[in-house]
């Protein structure tokens, strides 16, 4: 006899074992014939009857009804994936983006009743879901730095601010090492630009760290800023700090300051954009094969299309000591650096045509795609080299 049909036969006889209660000799002669029936074990006839008792059950709910049921919280995640998983608080202002996003490409599969309880959804649920969402926190690893102190740092003057009234084009400058767990030999560093006003964000890699390399960089990330490069703010690393950049930015008539050296704080914006976006999407691994560095260019375009176009970035508008903590307040929404340069008025319209053209033929689904395709394909080269030299 099959599970199916034993539990039909208990089913039958469910309303006669549970009259039975209390009654031994009754319920005696009930579980004799579930046994002769069924060919259970006598011991199993009360937890049969009472599985099924419970199976049948059902217990009413209490509360309101569920507003945002599945189909809701599926949405909400898809939207997250797109935002790549940005925080609840940085997703909700961008959500109705996203499906706007989505749908133009064809990507968006909810229905429209679905989507108008995600676009209705406020922010401290969004939070809550996202929140959910997030089960496994990333494990931050710790980079090797490969600034040294130069000469030329008595000439070029230290900056620690005001960044408030800052405009376009006045950006923080660094580098990033990929460099795995050793700053020995050779390999690819990132360039990260990332503008004050706007947050927008140029990433480039190149060969080292040489000054000849950095320059040609810098050149590539001023032809890819939809505004006018003002002014360079790096730290004190050789490669900024040496007459072949302090050379170009005067030909160029562009300001060249430094932070001060061992305080990262002054350059709190591009510090961030390390961690956020060059961390975040190329990784921590040693990418030591040159062969890789024009896909790794290629990475660092896409990368910028979809930060600076797709990751809305809260900013600090005020922060207050207040004893030994401080206490912090932030913008109310969050936008994308592509919503601070079209709110710009320093921004030239035709800079701007140019943006929402661009901004109308991206699909931030296709990006992270290809994000992914391209950063499988560095590793998997780097990989294939690494395993030659060891041989």
Known sequence: MT?????EVF???LADWLSAMGNRKKRAEIAKHMVFSTKCHTKSVSRTFKRIQLAEAKPERRGRPRYYDKAVTGALHDVWKVSDYACGEILHPMIGNYIEALRKFGEWKHEDVVTSKLLAMSEGTVKRRVGAFRKEDCVKKKGKSGTSPSALKNIIPIRKGPWKDTKPGDGQLDTVAHCGESLAGSFIWSLDYTDIATYWTVIRGQWNKGQEATKENVIAIRERLPFPLLALHPDSGGEFINWVLKDWCDSEKIDLSRSE???????????????????????????DAIETLPLVNELCDTVNLYTNHWKAVKRMT?????GSKYKRTYEKRAMTPYERVMARNEVTEEAKEKLRK???????LSLLKKIATLKKKIYEITKMAQERTND
């Open 261 to 287: 050296p061992y305080k990262k704080n002054d350059n709190m914006c591009v510090e961030e954009r390390n961690g956020h976006v060059i961390r975040r999407y190329l990784g921590w691994e040693r990418l």
């Open 318 to 322: 005020e922060k207050e000591r207040i």
């Open 358 to 364: 661009e901004h109308e033929t991206l699909n931030p």
């Open 3 to 7: 599970m199916e049909t034993r539990d």
């Open 11 to 13: 089913k039958e006889n």
